[in-house]
């Protein structure tokens, strides 16, 4: 009787350790995922950058509000100036560098490798933004909008 008591209490033991391990390794299995990058881009992050970015209020302002990117595209191409006198044409190149650079940072290391934005007016190239290296893995989006008979073409690809 003295055998089996001990017996019993030595597999209740066994169990415990087991239970722990299979504990400890799903810890390890979560910190080691929170810790690793991803290895690419969605295609839904992309969409949703260039979305984002239509609707991003720059320091232009006209007569009665800033104006968003999708607006000073429009002034762009129409060749207006804002309140203060900049070119609209510059306050759009500064701007979509300034978003591009902060939200697809391009860095030894980095899953990023590279990216190029371009905004198109029926044929005429307005801005072209490029930085990296382009390489066959990408993921890319275009946005088509239009304004009095003005049909613009905003594209932009990431390279992994």
Do not use: P
Request: glycine share 6%; with cysteine; aromatic share 10%.
């Amino acid at each position: 009787m003295k055998n089996k008591k001990g017996q019993e209490e030595f597999v209740g033991f066994g169990l415990i350790i087991i239970v722990v391990a299979v504990i400890l390794l799903i810890f390890l299995s979560f910190v080691l995922k929170k810790n690793s990058q991803k290895e690419y881009v969605e295609s839904y992050e992309v969409e949703s950058f260039i979305q984002s970015a239509l609707q991003y209020t720059t320091d232009c302002e006209d007569n009665l509000e800033f104006l968003s990117i999708q607006k000073v595209i429009f002034s762009c191409i129409d060749k207006e100036t804002c309140l203060d006198k900049r070119s609209s044409c510059d306050v759009l190149n500064e701007t979509l560098k300034e978003i591009v650079e902060k939200s697809w940072r391009v860095e030894k290391g980095s899953t990023i490798q590279g990216y190029k934005m371009q905004i198109i007016d029926g044929e005429q190239e307005i801005i072209s933004i490029k930085k990296g290296n382009e390489t066959k893995n990408n993921k890319g989006s275009k946005q088509h909008f239009s304004r009095g008979g003005n049909e613009v073409e905003i594209s932009f690809t990431v390279y992994y």
